[in-house]
């Protein structure tokens, strides 16, 4: 079947115009063109806006995704957050406190320093995660001995501090002094402190 072709009529446009001119008069005519002439014109600038914007956007959203990822990657962890990456890093393992007290005797040892009965604490702070394993020891020897077995301590442990050093002597001259040593290991949270916090702190 042929498709049939439609000339198109100019007269009926001539005679539509007319009409319209006679109805509404050519103010409104006139405006009512080009308000549809305007509407036109905007929808083409919107397509055409929207079409130089779409490579843009894209552009956008591939940045913002690299940045996302770039973000998450270099996001610290909460312990670095807070500061303590560098501390946790440095202390030692609550696992292996028994060594490190044995260590601590040895040292004595070494250096001619007379150890009495000593007395240890656990402690944590849950919100570091950490344990601290205070150590007191009765020390006697002479001065210049004692002081070089708790530098020599803390030199061989580099997490324990010395918290207190207290002298006893009867006279000036004595050469043999005895001392309160406390030793405090800083440690990472372990099964062994939990175990000892159980039974009673201390011991």
């Known amino acids: 079947m042929k498709a049939e072709s439609f000339p198109f009529d100019w007269r009926a446009l001539a005679l539509s115009t007319e009409l319209a001119l006679r109805r509404w008069g050519p103010v409104r005519v006139l405006a009512l063109g080009m308000l549809g002439l305007g509407t036109l014109l905007l929808l083409l600038l919107m397509l055409r806006s929207a079409a130089a914007e779409a490579p843009l956007r894209e552009r956008l959203a591939t940045r913002q995704q690299a940045l996302r990822q770039a973000l998450a990657a270099a996001r610290p962890s909460p312990r670095d957050a807070t500061g303590l990456g560098p501390l946790m890093a440095a202390l030692g393992e609550g696992d292996r406190v028994e060594q490190y007290v044995q260590q601590v005797f040895n040292t004595a040892h070494a250096g001619g320093i007379h150890l009495g009965s000593g007395e240890y604490r656990w402690q944590r702070d849950a919100r570091a995660e ?74």
């Open 130 to 203: 950490t344990d601290r394993y205070q150590l007191r020891l009765p020390v006697k020897g002479p001065y210049a001995d004692v002081r070089a077995f708790a530098e020599q301590v803390l030199a061989d442990l580099p997490f324990a501090s010395l918290d207190e050093f207290s002298l006893k002597r009867d006279s000036i001259e004595q050469e043999v002094v005895e001392a309160q040593l406390l030793f405090s290991f800083h440690l990472h949270a372990s099964a062994a402190g939990q175990a000892a916090l159980k039974e009673g702190h201390a011991s």
